[in-house]
């Protein structure tokens, strides 16, 4: 547990670091260089033969490199679609669920077929091409780099205030956003992490366990197509209420899984549970977008995605703790119920916090284009009794 989260922790904690060197460098030299780095964690990872090495190999240098390649992949795609960006992130982020469908059946194979560290190498194959993939991210919009190089293109690091853009944190509507979902993901991804064991445990080896993940693959895939493009259809920061809807129903189902002693209904829980975690996923982009606008999604995104690492860290591990200490994991999933829960009655309140900053932001510019106006009229006037000994001295002479 403690590899496969930290892993996952490492992914998400390095994002705001991330998501500076994408505004500093451009999401094609990040995207490149984090595949870069995944390969040789990944590669590195396959001649190891204890447990201790792969903290580093696979938990962090293998992570690190993840986070590298991830991040600009969402942030590229709002260079190219404004309109269906919500559709748009569906589709891209659905590759993931269709690699969640397909992975574990070529996994078991390769494992029995030519081992473990075999198949870490054939799976370098799949980094390899992300690493092709990420020559293909220029953006159509100038990026820190095009703006800071002058006449002559040359790279300047811009100031310390800019490079670190705080100024994300003054938009309330972001901070409850930067709040709720950290908070909920302290129980979100447990089942993920635990559930194979915990059929192993209730059902021991009479299930295709193997199902549950395509389950969840499945419909997760087809959640991010669906929610995607609803999200299109929803106007403004209201498109926070998919992501509620969401941890509503993943909370709920989590709390359920203790409660299915038949293996139909874990079934039936892993696809409702996919579902809704394609629905979190896809929206992502589009609503930090809709907060903070597309100057500042990057870092907007990669703070958030930073505070996401210290639940997804520490969750699972509290999980199985709990299952070593009780004998079960049913005391964790209950628990692992309650944060989606409390994440999604806080971001209850973006909608209207978000509308109240607009009708803020409308007034002041109306004040700023009087006030311009006044002074305009004031120079005019000071510009016309200026002109007119002028032009009474050019008449005289």
Not at 333 to 357: K, M, N, S, T
Not at 385 to 397: A, I
């Amino acid at each position: 547990a403690w590899v496969s989260s930290l892993s996952m922790g490492i992914v998400f904690f390095c994002s705001p670091i991330v998501s500076i060197f994408t505004d500093l460098f451009g999401c094609q030299k990040v995207a490149v260089i984090g595949a870069a780095v995944g390969f040789a964690g990944l590669l590195s990872s396959s001649f190891v033969s204890t447990i201790e090495p792969l903290y580093f190999t696979y938990g962090v240098l293998f992570a690190c490199g993840c986070s590298f390649a991830y991040q600009p992949s969402l942030v590229i795609l709002g260079h190219y679609f404004k309109k269906r960006l919500g559709l748009v992130n569906g589709i891209v982020t659905a590759g993931s669920s269709l690699f969640t469908v397909s992975l574990p059946f070529l996994l078991r194979v390769l494992i029995d077929s030519v081992g473990l560290y075999n198949t870490l190498r054939v799976l370098c194959i799949l980094i390899f091409i992300l690493f092709l993939a990420g020559f293909t991210y220029k953006p159509l919009v100038s990026n820190a780099k095009d703006k800071e190089g002058g006449k002559k293109g040359k790279f300047r690091f811009r100031p310390e205030k800019k490079i670190c853009n705080f100024s994300v944190f003054k938009i309330l509507s972001y901070r409850i956003w930067a709040l709720g979902i950290p908070a909920a993901l302290f129980g979100y991804f447990v089942p993920y992490v635990h559930l194979m064991k915990h059929v192993r445990d209730r059902f021991g080896d009479s299930v295709p366990e193997e199902v549950l993940l395509l389950c969840l693959g499945i419909t997760s895939g087809v959640g991010r197509l669906i929610f995607g493009r609803v999200a299109d259809y929803i106007p403004g920061a209201k498109k926070v209420y998919l992501q509620v809807a969401s941890f509503f129903f993943i909370g709920l189902m989590s709390m359920m899984i203790p409660l299915c002693h038949v293996f139909g209904g874990l079934i039936a829980v892993c696809l409702f549970m996919g579902l809704f975690d394609g629905c979190f996923i896809c929206i992502m982009a589009p609503i930090a977008f809709e907060l903070v606008g597309a100057q500042d999604v990057s870092q907007a995104i990669g703070f958030l995605l930073g505070f996401m690492s210290i639940p997804m860290t520490f969750g699972p591990p509290i999980a199985g703790w709990l299952r070593d200490h009780l004998g079960t994991y049913d005391v964790a999933f209950y628990l692992a119920g309650v944060p989606p829960l409390i994440g999604g009655a806080i971001l209850c309140f973006i909608p209207w916090v978000h509308e109240r900053q607009k009708l803020k932001e409308r007034a002041k510019p109306i004040d700023g284009e009087t006030t311009e106006k006044m002074l305009e009229n004031e120079s005019t006037m000071v510009s016309d009794t200026t002109e007119k000994p002028v032009k009474e001295m050019e008449s005289g002479f």
